[in-house]
């Protein structure tokens, strides 16, 4: 029963590059959450979507972000034209629905240069 | 390893010693609380939970209390070992029922 499934761990892009950011959730799961991590900071909530839905998408920025949940195949979270400040550990949780037992996964280390 | 944080608060305790790491939230709206437990290059991994409806919930040698007048909640980690280094992270649901506030976390590093 594999947990949440992030991929690539680590991810190196130069500054006006795309970055693309893939969660699979555990099984059984159906909501997905983004969180980002600035160093020596908390996880700061991103957006909250279900499948072919975006619930709540408040904390992500509004240019050069987006994310999806298609109906087959991981979530992806999406940064156009990176810049070094979108350097930071990017974690997805899933959880059945209801909101409650998040389980989190191993997070996506963007570093721009 | 990757560093969290290099200016966490840091709390250092002798192999053996009981922990209590501290937490202030925020929002007076929260009504279920949970810390993680973050060990370097990893995600946050869930320790222990509780509601608004509790003062004190017990785990396997984890205790969390929650006092709810000073909006403060702590986690009691009993007879410390050295896997339990790690940073630590409380988390409040704010008015929502899906998105988790986080704390600024602790780093917690035990002395063999």
């Known amino acids: 029963n594999a947990g949440v499934m992030q991929n690539p761990r680590h991810l190196v892009r130069r500054r006006g590059q795309e970055a693309r950011l893939r969660c699979s959730p555990m099984k059984g799961h159906s909501h997905v959450y983004w969180y980002r991590q600035l160093p020596e900071e908390g996880l700061k909530f991103m957006v909250y979507?279900?499948?072919?839905?975006?619930?709540?998408e408040s904390g992500m920025p509004k240019e050069r972000f987006s994310a999806e949940f298609p109906k087959e195949g991981p979530s992806i979270l999406r940064i156009q034209q990176v810049v070094r400040g979108d350097s930071a550990a990017y974690f997805c949780?899933?959880?059945?629905?209801?909101?409650?037992?998040?389980?989190f996964g191993s997070g996506t280390r963007l570093t721009v240069v | 390893g990757e560093s969290v944080g290099l200016h966490l608060p840091t709390l250092s305790v002798q192999e053996g010693d009981n922990s209590i790491i501290n937490c202030a939230y925020s929002n007076s709206a929260s009504d279920y609380f949970i810390w993680y437990k973050q060990e370097s290059g990893k995600g946050p991994q869930f320790i222990i939970d509780?509601?608004?409806?509790?003062d004190k919930r017990q785990g396997q040698r984890v205790t969390v209390l929650l006092n709810k007048t000073v909006k403060h909640l702590s986690l009691q980690i009993a007879a410390t070992q050295p896997g339990d280094s790690a940073v630590y992270f409380c988390a409040e649901n704010g008015d929502s029922s899906y998105k988790l506030i986080f704390g600024s976390g602790t780093r917690l590093l035990v002395r063999p």
């Open positions: 979507l279900q499948k072919e839905n975006i619930i709540d």
């Open positions: 509780i509601r608004s409806n509790m």
């Open positions: 949780a899933s959880s059945p629905p209801g909101g409650s037992g998040y389980t």
